[in-house]
């Protein structure tokens, strides 16, 4: 067999390998990730926060339902979940059935545009330039929010979609921030800006996508962490490097995990973008959540496994002593 043959076969033959494991494998292994965040006043017991994000689920996905739905034995204190949970027209029992257990729990939530609206096909690449809001959509089918969000509500959970709430955990008073999604342009800061109440222990900004408009003044108002999805982790990435797209104009650098944000953190007008590292001792945390599926239009993972976090709100350390471990590991 001549040599480039042979160099061809194996090019498509190593395609076709991570094709398999990008679509078939990686996909379907959900993880869970832990993480401490030290947001509250020294002396305060911890609470737990479960993030989930990007459900995506179709009826058929009985095995991601299962997984979100054994999720309710971590017996977080609080729920977040960040949208875009559907997948398909007829999905909205097959959500509240995965939640059902996590229902019993305090919770709040807010919308991604598939939430509002099916998948549909899009240029991969286009990703790769445009970073901003949805363009205008095509004719897509619009799905019935109406009924998950009832769903949701009925049973105790509360939306944030331009809206403020408070809840309490572990004896403290926790107030929320959230808009609908921004990137289809439905946030409404303009509804829900103000500063932090300092009758709260802490303030928590709540948003699917994790545009710097919203994280600035989520910020700016004196939020102490921002939860956020939407980008998937940038979805299919490159091993041992990271994420080439966010799907929105934050940096690869926090497509998913904790990071810290602040005003001025993040590019635009020319300015660079500021690392973890680099973070003020007052700025805020960030997690993004790689989320738990994908859309059916593009049904592949790779080196991005889909997860779900548990997230657990820490004392901060007295002043002027930083926690060396964690910052370190920031980006």
């Known amino acids: 067999m ?21 679509s078939l494998v990686e996909r379907n292994a959900f993880r869970l990730r832990r993480v401490s965040v030290p947001v509250l006043p020294p002396g305060s017991p911890p609470v737990r926060v479960l993030h989930i994000s990007d459900l995506h689920l179709l009826p058929r996905q009985r095995w991601r339902a299962k997984w979100v739905k054994e999720l309710a034995s971590l017996d977080p ?12 027209y007829d999905a909205v029992p097959a959500v509240l059935d995965a939640f059902e257990w996590l229902l019993d729990r305090r919770g709040v939530f807010v919308l991604g545009s598939n939430d509002y609206f099916g998948p549909s096909l899009k240029n991969p690449l286009r990703y790769l330039w445009h970073r901003g809001p949805a363009p205008e959509r095509a004719p897509s089918t619009r799905l019935p ?33 959230g808009v609908d999604d921004p990137h289809l342009r439905y946030d409404r800061l303009d509804l829900v800006r103000g500063p932090a109440s300092p009758e709260a222990t802490l303030t928590i900004g709540v948003t699917h996508a994790p545009y710097q408009r919203v994280l600035d003044t989520f910020v700016a108002d004196g939020a102490g962490l921002v939860i956020a999805g939407h980008t998937h982790g940038g979805q299919v990435c490159v091993p041992w490097y990271g994420a080439l797209v966010t799907n929105c104009d ?12 602040w005003v ?24 993004v959540s790689a989320g738990l599926g994908t859309s059916p239009a593009a ?10 976090t548990l997230l657990t709100l820490v004392a901060r350390q007295p002043s002027g002593e930083a926690d060396s471990e964690l910052v370190g590991r920031l980006r």
């Open 145 to 177: 929010v109406e009924s998950l969000v009832s769903g949701l509500t009925d049973r105790g959970w509360v939306e944030l979609t331009n809206r403020r709430a408070s809840l309490q955990a572990q004896g403290m008073r926790i107030d929320f921030v």
């Open 299 to 308: 049904p592949v993972r790779l080196a991005c496994r889909p997860e779900a």
């Open 264 to 287: 001025g953190a993040g590019h635009g007008h020319g300015a660079p973008v500021a690392p973890s590292s680099a973070a003020p001792d007052d700025a805020a945390w960030l997690h």
């Open 2 to 22: 001549h040599v480039v043959t042979k160099a061809a076969l194996g090019t498509v033959g190593a395609g076709l390998g991570v094709l398999g494991w990008a």
């Open 250 to 261: 934050i940096d690869p650098g926090r497509v998913k995990g904790l990071s810290r944000w």
């Open 77 to 88: 204190d609080l729920v977040v979940d960040t949208g875009d949970n559907l997948a398909s």
